[in-house]
Structures are given as C-alpha cells and as structure tokens.
C-alpha cells in the first residue's frame, strides 16, 4: 500500500461518526473540539480516525460529520493527509490556528472534549470562544462499542493471543526484559499493529509490580508477568499473563490457583446491567476467603480490570466504589492482578465483550500458569 | 507508551550535570523574582522535564516544581505501587504519586510561601492542571515562563552530546543493518526490533512507501510493498535523548549513484557545527534542488519540534545547539529525503 492509497474510512468509523453527530444533536452542539497526543489518542480517534504519535492535535468535528484536523508537528499533518480525507492543517501554534478556527466559526455552541486536557490557552477563552465541557458527551460512546467496532477489538485480542505464544518462547534463562519487549514489538509490526501498552515484571517475592523493562535478566523460577496490549486499527485488547522460568514451584502453583479462581469469579459476574462494583466484589471476595483481603486494597493493586477500547484502560475501573453499570458490547478485562505474599506479583486477565446474559471471551489462551 | 529499556545511571547521566541545570534554572528563576518553575510531562512531552531530573514518564502525566531554592519536587499521577520504579529513573527531587499532581504541587507551593511560579508553555499546559495549580481563589499567581527555561535548555553539555551521539550511532547502525526487501512492513518491524534489542527506549519508524506518490512516512498498519525508491525516518530515544535519522533508498541500480551523492552532500552538511550553517550548505553545492527542509530540536516539552523550516517560522529565531535537519530534494525528477543531527561543541563551565 502507497500513501496515495492508504485513506481507509473504516466501518467502524462511519458508524462512530453516526453516533457523535445523534449526541451532538441531543445536546444542541454545534461544533466538539476534540484533543489528542499519543497518551490520550482515543478522543482524536474517536471522531477523527487518526492515531496520532507526535506532538499534539486537535479536531473540530462538525454537527454534518466534516473534521479539520490540527496537528503541530508537520510530519503527522502530512501522515493525517495520507491517511485521512479530513482537511489537514500543519499548526506550529496550536492554540492560535484553534481559536482562529473558532472565531471564524461565528456564534456557535462548542463541545471541548477531553475537556481537562485542552491547552489552557483555550479554556481560559472559554466564554468568548463559546466553548463547554462535553466530555461526558464522548465518555458513553467510548464506552459502549458497536459491533463494526468490534470486529477491531476481536482482532486485536487474537494478536495479543499470538504475541503471548511469541513472549513465552523468547522468555528463557539470561535473555534480558527490554530483549522480550523487542521480539514481541518485532511481531506486532509485522503484524500490521502500532501502538501496544506493555509493562513486565520479572522475578520473585520482591517483585511488586509491573514497570517497563530496566535490564533485569531472566533466570530459572522467575515469575514473568506481563500485560500485551495490541493495538489493531486503534483498538486496544489486552492479555495478561504469568509465566515461570522453567518449572514452577508447588506454591507458585497453588498462589496462581487463587488468582484462577478470582478471575472465574469476577467472570461470572459479568453482564449487562450489573456494576463494574459487583465484578471487582466478586473477584476480591476470593482474596478475602483466602485470608489475603488486604491484598486487594490500593496498596497493592490498581483496578481490578477495566474498559478497553480506542484507550487501553477506560472507564469503567474495576473497583468496589465504581458504581458505573456495564452494558452489551461493552468491551472489557477483568484482571485480578495484586501482590502474593508467597510468591510476589502475579497477573491474569481476559478482553471480554459483554452480553445480556454474561460475557463472550476473546481470548483462546489457557488462563494457566505457563512455563517458557 | 514507552515500553523499551528505562534506567538511569551515574555514568550516562551524573547527578553532578543535573544539579548544574538545575542550578541554572535556579539562578534564572532568582533574577526574574519567581519563586519556582512548574513543568508539564507525558509520553508526548517529556523533554523538559528529563532535561531537568532524568525522568521520563512510561504513561500518564506528572508536573515537576523546581523552586528558586531547594529540592524539586515531581508530581504524578501514577500510582504510589510504582513510586520505587520512579526512584530507580529519577536521580534527584521528591516524589509524590497523586491523582491531582496540580494540587499537590499548589500545596507545595503554599507550604513554601510562594506566591508567583513560572509555568513552562502556559499556553498549552492541559487547562484543568492549571485551574488546580492556581489553587482556590487564584492564589498563585503563574506567569508563562517559557523563554527563561529556553535560556537554560539551549546550554549543552557533554552528557547530553554524548548521549544524543549514541542514540544517532544506534539509529544508524540500525538503518545500515536492517534486512532490506520489498516489504515495507517487515523492513520497519526489523528496524524497531534491533534498536530496542540494543537498549532503545522508544522507537518509531515511519516508511513513505513510494516517493514518487506521496511525501508521507506511514505507519506498520497501512504500509505494503515499497515502490522504486522509498524512505525511512527512524525517531530514536536513548534515555530521554531523541534523534531523527531519514534515508532514502532505491531499488532502481541505475538510480543509486545518484542518491549516493546526494546522501555524502547531506553527511557534509550535517557536519557543520550549526543547522543554520548545514542548511546553507545544503543550499549551495547539493547535487540536486532543495525543495524543503526543517530544523527540530527540543527547546521545550517536546523532544523534537520545528524551530525553523523553508517556507515559514518556527517556534524559536535562535541558535539551537543540537537539532535535526531535516530536507528533501528533487533529483531530476526524483524525490529524495533525508535527517540526521547537527551538534554543536560543549561549551567549557
């Protein structure tokens, strides 16, 4: 494929843009001026189909669908007009080429979303430029997905699927971390995949966490845990995994049956219309059960799973105090990831699609303690 | 994310050439009566913050105060479990993990009676950041303080030539070693792969896939087969360095001799001890007509940004001391484009 040829207007993209013009019009907006960089990219995807990687840009997507994209870094504004039909402006000055944008707009009712990460050279304009929060706007159809936009989502969770088999080979004795991250990069670029959230653990009861890789070297009875987050056509799915360096130990194994269980538990309260509450109530009762309570807390772990989608970990959080209720197609992990006691970190955890009556696995890996 | 190797060490970066940028920034703040510089830092703009501490973040966002006395003290949203991992990157200042790293820093601030703090690109500083930095009642009072941090950050010294330098040696090991093919996809996943294998901390490669169609640099997902002569723009960072290097290769014998001379032209400008000089050059005695070029460097947050290009202004008049040229050429009637660092020397302290 050329650049002359690599303007793709997705499915999934036609019908995100049908579901942000019908919000755009239950809230009497006329214009969202949407915000991106390469951490927070789902907005700008969401309404404009391009995936930013430098610097900063912002969309003004019209109540008719039409999107002008500003980008300040002149390489992505001539990648954006490759690969998009939107008309693309290479902004140096970001905040001035959007205000001029919107002055020239005339009286107009504007969304800025998301609303907290606008370059304050907007918001603090705000009444003149006649511009409002409409994150809250955008936030649902994250969320929820429509089954064009799944396709994306399956895709990505088989890749993820297929990259694991990869990490798990390349993880022997004296290989370093940073080395597994570069063969499991190797793959998702050939594979057609940009972007991939990944952090690794690597090594016993000291190990409290995931991180990027620092150099450590892989040596016999290492736990390895690692989340692989591919990202395919801007959809994120997510994996994590736990695997021993050679053969674990009975009290590896039996610790991982705990975090098995957990995992089952939080599945199984999955469907539509229960809270992110009730799945990371379900999956931290078995911690409970077990003694290891306080091992579910803060302290140690994050989330308890979470949304996933054109952002690696969206709403809803996972946790006990979220009160947020999942809904069909909602793409998801539960992961019940926490420090043990025993053994140190460990980490399982699925993409998932919720249904009316429960949820449908993307994954088709064991959810197994693996050895490399 | 950044997802390659993160570390920090004494060798590649000493606590001793920190504090002396601190120490600068210090004076300065001191001069124009701000009690403090508040700095911004996310994977998109992470420069002036590393410049500063050594830090880079892997993912969310954080704020670093530097008071015009004392310790610095960084800010972040990521969460307290990785508060060790920080330390381990993070040589110097305290850190506080914290959903509202505004806050915390405006805390800071009252705690230190200081009313008046410079902010690093106001403009474009994420607007609720700011709401909290002011804290209640617009209590402290910020001033965009961009020109004083650029006064500092345009100081090189050896640490950072040394580290730009072998960020550029590995970024053209990688374009000189790659396996070459028909493939675009392949050629960029084999680049990315050997430079994060030899300790990269990000890469992005970019392939315009056919120079005679288009002046793009496309992305894994939408490349193909390359045409009869394509480009490769390889982006690098080596522990919070970053260099660009771009060549352009084609598959056309009879074309080689060419863009052979055209890249020994560029590697001559590149040489010089100043973009402006290198662009000069190129300017004058290329085998070919320049029909763009770009200068980047980091002055800023951002690694890399246009400080000056054919056409237009860029952010920044001055005299960078390490940037990235970048230029395309018509060769008789073909496009060619290149990139590669200029350095200046280190100035004695």
Redesign the interface.
């Known amino acids: 494929?050329?650049?002359?040829d690599?303007r793709i207007v997705s499915a999934a993209y036609r019908a995100r843009i049908d579901d942000l013009r019908r919000a755009m019009e239950a809230a009497d907006i006329d214009r969202l001026l949407i915000y991106g960089?390469?951490?927070h990219a789902d907005f700008l995807r969401y309404a404009s189909d391009f995936?930013i990687?430098?610097?900063?840009g912002l969309a003004l997507f019209e109540r008719d669908g039409s999107v002008v994209l500003l980008l300040?870094?002149?390489?992505e504004a001539?990648?954006a007009?490759?690969?998009t039909s939107h008309e693309v402006v290479w902004a140096?000055?970001?905040?001035a080429a959007a205000k001029d944008l919107l002055i020239r707009g005339g009286n107009r009712r504007v969304a800025g979303a998301p609303?907290?990460?606008?370059?304050?050279?907007?918001?603090?304009n705000a009444q003149e430029l006649r511009l409002s929060d409409g994150t809250e706007l955008i936030e649902p159809l994250l969320m929820g997905k429509r089954p064009e936009e799944l396709v994306h989502v399956r895709r990505a969770a088989a890749i993820a699927d297929r990259g694991y088999e990869i990490f798990r080979a390349a993880a022997r004795p004296g290989t370093k971390d940073?080395?597994l991250?570069?063969?499991i990069?190797?793959?998702?670029?050939?594979?057609?995949?940009?972007?991939?959230?990944?952090?690794i653990g690597v090594g016993g009861r000291e190990v409290?966490?995931m991180?990027?890789?620092?150099?450590k070297i892989l040596k016999d009875g290492d736990l390895v845990t690692t989340e692989l987050t591919p990202c395919?056509?801007g959809y994120y799915a997510q994996l994590c995994r736990t695997l021993v360096v050679g053969q674990p130990s009975e009290l590896q194994r039996k610790s991982f049956g705990m975090f098995q269980e957990a995992l089952d538990a939080g599945l199984a309260a999955v469907r539509a219309g229960v809270t992110a509450s009730e799945v990371a109530k379900a999956e931290n009762d078995v911690f409970r059960r077990y003694g290891l309570g306080e091992y579910v807390t803060?302290?140690?772990?994050?989330v308890r799973g979470h949304g996933i989608g054109l952002f690696p970990d969206q709403k809803p959080q996972v946790l006990e105090d979220v009160a947020i209720p999942l809904t069909a197609n909602m793409t998801m992990i539960v992961h019940p990831n926490t420090y043990h006691p025993e053994v140190g970190y460990l980490v399982l955890g699925d993409t998932i699609i919720v249904t009316p009556d429960g949820y449908e696995a993307l994954s088709t890996l064991p959810r197994a303690l693996a050895s490399s | 994310?950044?997802?390659?190797?993160?570390?920090w060490s004494e060798a590649d970066l000493p606590v001793a050439v920190l504090g002396q940028r601190l120490s600068r920034l210090q004076a300065a703040l001191e001069s124009k009566g701000l009690g403090g510089l508040v700095l911004y830092t996310?994977?998109?703009?992470p420069a002036a913050v590393s410049f500063l501490t050594g830090f880079t973040p892997?993912?969310?966002?954080g704020l670093l105060l530097v008071p015009a006395s004392g310790e610095p003290v960084f800010a972040t949203a990521l969460?307290?479990?990785?508060s060790?991992?920080i330390r381990?990157v993070m040589p110097i200042g305290a850190i506080e993990n914290t959903p509202r790293p505004a806050a915390a820093i405006a805390r800071k601030l009252a705690e230190q009676n200081i009313g008046k703090v410079g902010v690093l690109e106001?403009?474009?500083?994420?607007?609720?950041?700011?709401a909290l930095l002011m804290g209640e009642g617009g209590a402290i009072a910020i001033e965009d303080a961009t020109a004083l941090f650029r006064s500092v950050r345009l100081r090189v010294d050896e640490a950072e030539i040394a580290l730009v330098r072998r960020a550029d040696d590995l970024a053209r090991h990688c374009l000189t070693t790659f396996n070459r093919g028909d493939d675009a996809?392949?050629m960029?996943?084999?680049i990315?792969?050997r430079a994060?294998?030899a300790?990269a901390e990000e890469?992005?490669?970019?392939i315009?896939?056919?120079l005679s169609?288009?002046?793009?640099?496309?992305?894994?997902?939408?490349?193909?087969?390359v045409?009869r002569y394509f480009a490769i723009?390889l982006?690098l960072a080596l522990k919070g360095s970053w260099v660009r290097r771009t060549i352009t290769l084609s598959r056309d014998a009879e074309q080689q001799p060419q863009f052979a001379a055209a890249d020994a032209a560029f590697a001559r400008a590149l040489a010089s001890s100043s973009a402006p000089t290198a662009v000069k050059a190129l300017q004058h005695g290329f085998p070919g007509r320049i029909t763009a070029w770009?200068v980047e460097a980091s002055i800023g947050s951002?690694?890399?940004?246009?400080v000056a290009?054919s056409g237009?202004?860029?952010?920044f008049s001055g005299i960078v001391p390490i940037s990235v040229v970048s230029a395309e050429a018509d060769l008789n009637g073909a496009k060619w484009q290149a990139a590669g660092p200029v350095m200046a020397e280190a100035p004695p302290e």
Not at chain 1, 72 to 75: Q, V
Not at chain 2, 122 to 130: E, G, H, K, N, R
Not at chain 2, 214 to 219: H, I
């Open positions: 494929m050329t650049g002359a690599a960089n390469n951490w995936g990687v430098e610097g900063q300040d870094d002149p390489a001539e990648r007009r490759a690969e140096g000055n970001l905040v609303y907290h990460l606008l370059p304050y050279g907007l918001a603090r940073y080395e991250v570069a063969e990069e190797r793959f998702f670029r050939s594979e057609g995949v940009t972007e991939n959230f990944m952090i409290r966490g991180a990027p890789p620092s150099g395919v056509d803060s302290e140690y772990t994050r | 994310m950044r997802r390659g190797l993160m570390g996310n994977i998109a703009r892997y993912w969310s966002e969460s307290k479990r990785v060790g991992w381990s106001l403009d474009q500083f994420p607007a609720a950041q700011v996809r392949r960029a996943s084999d990315e792969a994060r294998l300790g890469v992005l490669v970019g315009n896939p056919d169609r288009s002046g793009a640099f496309l992305r894994s997902d939408r490349l193909g087969t045409g723009r982006s770009t951002y690694p890399l940004e246009v290009c237009g202004t860029g952010a």
